[in-house]
């Protein structure tokens, strides 16, 4: 909506000024201007190298961002004056007056569509316009693209290892790489498959379903039920207090004669935290249940909670398991679940979820997915926010044309050496109808290789 909309502009515009670049592009766009060569027309493409974790493709992220970048690019009489203090002194002050007026008005960009597929040495963006103006952009829309093309591929690959039933929320903003890591990445892992997040500045930004109850410090810090107040809940829908510890120890001693347990070993500061935690949320209960101990004392408490608020006509949601065998211990808890519906009646307690969180990572969730398990919904932090596996997409900015004219790079490492001119991105067809990469095609590596030995041939020619 426009509300998001223009809450995202005001972050990339607050995250990403014209001013966050290398210093180089502003000593070449002088020696261009210098040249008379910055209004020449250029074209550069975007592209990387090698699909990232050892896989077979990636997925495209930060075009809207890079385009919102484009519109608002404006160098601040403060810019020009802090350029002036870093460029060399004998800089021609026309140069600065020429960056004042600057802006993209003249630079037009091609791209494939934002969340597309895509594959190694693709053109993602074409970008041309003044040489001097598409130069300047280099840095910033790499940074724009790089991560965020890179965290959404990881996603993709965390959906695909969970499979479409189970639920998945991204959760790592507090092991991502500074503030800007940690919103970038919600955004684009909620593109590449994810359903929800705990970011809330996400949640306001970029309109992505938050969620989120309680971690174990809160448990922790109860030690007693002296320590819940208010002490008494109002039915859902009705009137009068009830008096929610007492009912609740009601359905602790009858859920502990049920499992066969002892309510001696239930942790009272785990119940004081739950009992407190469910008036304060009644519609919102979904506790962490391993802080101590979850089948002694955080299912038996969690079990006597939900059963008393489902007297009183609220829905709890479900538990948090956040350590040990999370395959195991769903099993069971799920089986407590069905065995209190039975007993008590409590037809709500079928629909309960169970969230799993583990330090978990693509390859624990792959093996996750395929053991016996009753979990809803996983929770990733680390291993997706930082993509472990691979630090970096390595996307590159190429000249490939100027005046009209190719131009290519040419490298003692063959792999640095690019592809000159303007492209179309298509795709090809194999035998038997499904769809290659045109870059992996035979026809295109014999392209290369002809391109290649007829530029060299050209070139030795001319020396």
């Not at 515009?13 to 001013?19: E, G, K, N």
């Not at 174990?216 to 039915?235: A, C, K, M, R």
């Not at 769809?435 to 050209?458: C, G």
């Amino acid at each position: 909506n426009e509300l998001n909309f223009d809450s995202e502009a005001r972050s990339v515009l607050s995250r990403v000024p014209p001013l966050l670049t290398d210093l180089y592009q502003f000593t070449m766009a002088y020696a261009y201007w210098r040249a008379d060569r910055h209004n020449e027309p250029a074209v550069f493409e975007l592209f990387f190298r090698d699909n990232p974790f050892g896989g077979g493709f990636s997925l495209f992220a930060g075009l809207s961002d890079c385009l919102l970048f484009l519109q608002n690019f404006a160098f601040s009489d403060d810019d020009v004056e802090y350029l002036r203090s870093v460029l060399p002194a004998d800089t021609d002050a026309a140069f600065f007056s020429y960056l004042k007026e600057l802006d993209c008005s003249a630079v037009s960009v091609s791209a494939v569509p934002e969340g597309s597929v895509v594959f190694a040495r693709v053109p993602l963006l074409e970008v041309s316009g003044p040489l001097a103006v598409v130069q300047l952009l280099e840095t910033s829309l790499l940074c724009l693209v790089n991560y965020a093309s890179l965290v959404c591929s990881n996603a993709a690959r965390f959906r695909l290892a969970a499979g479409p039933r189970r639920r998945l929320l991204e959760m790592g903003l507090r092991r991502a790489q500074g503030p800007d890591g940690g919103l970038t990445a919600s955004r684009y892992t909620y593109i590449g498959g994810f359903d929800l997040t705990s970011n809330a500045l996400a949640g306001r930004l970029f309109g992505i379903p938050v969620a989120g109850t309680m971690a174990h410090s809160y448990v922790t810090s109860f030690s007693s039920l002296e320590e819940v107040w208010p002490q008494t809940l109002v039915p859902c829908g009705g009137a009068g207090s009830v008096d929610f510890i007492c009912l609740v120890k009601g359905w602790l001693g009858r859920v502990c004669q049920i499992l066969g347990s002892k309510t001696s070993l239930v942790r009272e500061g785990e119940l004081a935290a739950f009992l407190s935690y469910a008036i304060a949320y009644p519609q919102n209960f979904l506790p962490v249940i391993d802080s101590y101990s979850v089948s002694c004392s955080g299912l038996l408490c969690f079990c006597a909670v939900a059963l008393a608020l489902c007297e009183l006509q609220y829905q709890p949601l479900g538990v948090r398991l956040d350590s040990g065998d999370l395959c195991r211990q769903s099993l069971e808890v799920r089986r407590v679940f069905k065995e209190c519906s039975k007993q008590f009646s409590v037809p709500q307690f079928e629909s309960l979820i169970i969230v799993g969180t583990n330090s978990i990572s693509e390859q624990s969730l792959a093996e996750l997915s395929k053991k016996e398990n009753e979990i809803d919904v996983v929770g990733v932090g680390t291993h997706l926010v930082t993509c472990t596996s691979q630090p970096s997409l390595g996307c590159v900015y190429k000249l490939t044309e100027v005046r009209g004219r190719p131009r290519m790079k040419m490298s003692e490492d063959p792999e640095k050496s690019t592809l000159p001119g303007r492209k179309s991105v298509y795709r090809l067809l194999d035998a038997d109808g499904l769809y290659l990469p045109v870059y992996n095609h035979p026809f295109m590596h014999f392209f290369l290789l002809f391109s290649l030995f007829v530029i060299k041939i050209q070139s030795y020619r001319k020396w």
